[in-house]
């Protein structure tokens, strides 16, 4: 049997309930100029029309798909897992739903990766370009800041001049055993993100390679309902290491600690386990001295009625979601 031609990129899609912008997503990726690509879309228990709009719109893009459609919420960490996990691609590249990528995108990048010969440099692992939002403002550079030329970075470098989204490309290789923790819907990605890519370096280029509408509704946001809790402090533990927080002021430590105790509270985190998430607080065991004090913080959430335990309904979905997964021409 002749072995299967792997595509360049991966496109990797989570979706919940974004029926509203998957067609404006759809026809962007059937307009790239560069068609060695494979789509992998995944619907986290959509409500809205989402699975029939996709259905509808598959036949338009003339690129592999794979759909990952699970019956009901996952969570978006369990499901950027099943996009990796079935992912072909050289190449990666995440582009969530409410985004569009501009058509000559995946050209753009493919002709750098060729031209700075990415593929043959360990250290050198992919691009980053820039978003704009629908109004035209980067969400990638602060315009009141000194912005970068295009060059090659590494990414503790570019950590300190991005201040948010950009357009990510990398190997793929480097996700090898690698994946998200799945303990609620939602986690931040850079707690799988940032050691991956330490020590690293990247492409950054200024040209816009992809819009994204922040008019979305279900954006991740604690508001007036405190959610995602244990989420947030597996987030936490794993993102502020030991020279972020001695680099803290005395009150940003204890602001720190107290809400990484409110999010254990109130995510069913044992202090035993809290200790082994967070390496800052296995080497700084004073800190537990804090934890009395977040109980006032607790008690009040509780009393104002503005906790909801997500990760009791993901422990529960995991176990129960009928996961389904459908590969189209």
């Known amino acids: 049997m002749q072995e299967r031609i792997k595509p360049f990129f991966s496109v990797l899609t989570p979706a919940w309930n974004r029926a509203d912008f998957l067609g404006t997503l759809i026809n962007s990726l059937r307009d790239q100029t560069f068609q060695d690509f494979e789509w992998i879309i995944g619907n986290d228990g ?21 759909y990952i459609s699970s019956d009901i919420r996952i969570g978006k960490s369990k499901l950027d897992n099943l996009l990796l996990d079935n ?6 590249i995440w582009c969530d ?3 569009f990528l501009k058509s000559n995108a995946l050209e753009t990048i493919f002709n750098l990766i060729k031209k700075k010969n990415i593929s043959e440099n360990p250290s050198l692992i992919g691009v980053i370009g820039q978003n704009l939002d629908t109004f035209g ?7 009141n800041a000194e912005i970068l030329n295009d060059n090659i970075y590494s990414y503790d470098e570019l950590e300190k001049h991005l201040i948010g989204d950009g357009t990510i490309c990398v190997k793929s290789s480097i996700f090898k055993n690698r994946r998200w923790p799945e303990v609620d819907f939602l986690i931040t990605e850079s707690i799988l993100l940032r050691p991956l890519y330490r020590n690293k370096h990247f492409y950054l280029t200024n040209k816009v390679l992809k819009i994204m509408d922040r008019t979305a509704e279900n954006s991740v946001s604690f508001g007036k309902v405190l959610q995602y809790c244990r989420g947030s402090a597996y987030s936490l533990g794993g993102t502020i290491s030991f020279k972020q927080f001695d680099a803290m002021s005395l009150k940003q430590k204890i602001y720190t600690s107290i809400n990484f105790f409110r999010y254990c509270s109130h995510g069913d985190i044992s202090v035993s386990k809290a200790i082994e ?17 977040s109980f006032l913080i607790i008690l009040l959430d509780i009393l104002r009625g503005k906790i ?3 990760h009791i309904e993901f422990e529960s979905n995991k176990n129960l979601a009928e996961i389904v997964i459908r590969h189209f021409k």
């Open 277 to 293: 998430i967070w390496p800052v607080l296995k080497k700084n065991k004073f800190l537990l001295i804090l934890y009395p004090a």
């Open 97 to 99: 739903a409410d985004d």
């Open 308 to 310: 909801l335990k997500t």
């Open 137 to 143: 403002k980067s969400q990638t550079f602060n315009l």
């Open 46 to 66: 959509s409500t809205d029309r989402s699975h029939e709009l996709l259905l509808e719109r598959f036949d338009d893009l003339k690129i592999p798909k794979i």
């Open 87 to 92: 992912a072909r691609g050289e190449y990666l």
